[in-house]
């Protein structure tokens, strides 16, 4: 079983400029998170996906970070205008559903803000 | 708000001994799970194992188990035979059972490093 899928690896990028990550789920797979992991600290919930709708995405920076999963399937994280303080890794997860179910984590996004 | 405490930074085992990671934890819910991750430098989290609150008994996988104290509310892992395959950050976390986000929150984590 392919696992969960991330790109790009790595992505350095001048304050002030977009980025955009891509995620693929494991197949069949329902429920997609992303997640923000700064350097020193564990991974923080963006946003929660349920085939292609919002969950949960309290914790989103609306003003800059957009996330969207329009055929329940992939799904993209975009920044735009990237700041500093976002460099971290995106790591991207997905189960089959919403209850008692393993989250499956991708290898993450590098991503370095200068 | 539910919050995970990792005191621990960094941890130093010898390969074949034992370990132990503390984790404790804050929340008012009755039933959630806990978990513990490993995160080597691939990046790629891993769960190693994990535990449902209304369960007493502790969980165990191979050369892994969990000492889970739900009134104190602490979980710690435990390795035996620590292997050098071991070393890599391990991360304590919890999720509600039930209602809204199903949401890991997660300690700070811990660097594990097995010596030769």
């Known amino acids: 079983e392919a696992g969960v899928a991330q790109s790009p690896r790595y992505k350095i990028i001048e304050k002030r400029q977009s980025v955009a990550f891509w995620c693929n789920p494991i197949s069949g797979h329902a429920t997609l998170y992303w997640y923000q992991q700064i350097l020193g600290q564990g991974p923080k919930l963006l946003i929660q996906f349920q085939n292609n709708g919002v969950v949960d995405d309290s914790q989103l920076p609306k003003d800059r970070f957009s996330a969207e999963r329009l055929k329940g399937v992939d799904s993209t994280l975009k920044i735009q205008p990237a700041k500093l303080e976002d460099s971290a890794v995106y790591l991207c997860a997905s189960s089959w559903g919403r209850t008692h179910n393993e989250q499956f984590f991708g290898p993450g996004t590098r991503l370095t803000v200068l | 708000a539910q919050t995970v405490t990792q005191s621990q930074p960094e941890m130093s085992v010898q390969e074949a001994e034992t370990v132990t990671l503390s984790c404790t934890y804050d929340t008012s819910e009755s039933d959630y799970y806990l978990f513990w991750y490993k995160q080597p430098p691939s990046r790629q989290m891993i769960l190693v194992i994990r535990q449902e609150a209304y369960k007493q008994q502790n969980a165990t996988e191979n050369r892994f188990s969990v000492n889970f104290q739900k009134a104190a509310k602490s979980f710690s892992l435990k390795i035996s035979d620590s292997q050098l395959g071991d070393a890599a950050m391990y991360f304590c976390?919890?999720?509600?059972?039930?209602?809204?986000?199903?949401?890991?929150?997660f300690g700070k984590g811990m660097k594990l490093t097995v010596n030769p």
């Open positions: 976390a919890y999720r509600p059972q039930q209602g809204g986000s199903e949401k890991l929150v």
